[in-house]
């Protein structure tokens, strides 16, 4: 059973930056050949695309974030990135970091992030 230690929520003002990390329980080999992503949750909401990364280092991005959030991850850290800059009210979510391993999907348990003056 894969786990995640996620961490680098909390509360940021309007224009701030946060930087959140996953590091993943998964053996390296499993780690480097997976596709990470961070998805996001708002109350009342569906849980949304934020961006992943590809083994090989292809992102894509959420349209909501594109420009302001990066995906990266160091595959000898076992640990997957997401910087957050000019950070929105509207981003106020929790976000889960998440393997993909076809055809399986592992999620992380979730941090808070919640943005407001």
């Known amino acids: 059973q894969l786990q995640f230690v996620e961490s680098g929520g909390g509360l940021v003002q309007p224009g701030g930056s946060l930087r959140l990390s996953c590091v993943a329980s998964?053996?390296?080999?499993?780690?480097?050949?997976?596709?990470m992503g961070w998805y996001r949750q708002a109350p009342g909401k569906q849980r949304e695309l934020v961006g992943t990364?590809?083994?090989?280092?292809?992102?894509t991005d959420g349209d909501s974030t594109k420009g302001r959030f990066t995906i990266s991850r160091d595959n000898a850290k076992n640990t997957v990135y997401l910087q957050m800059n000019s950070l929105k009210p509207e981003d106020t979510a929790v976000y889960y970091c998440n393997l993909r391993l076809y055809p399986n999907d592992y999620w992380g348990q979730g941090t808070q992030v919640t943005v407001s003056s």
């Open positions: 998964a053996s390296g080999i499993i780690f480097r050949i997976s596709t």
């Open positions: 990364i590809t083994s090989g280092g292809d992102t």
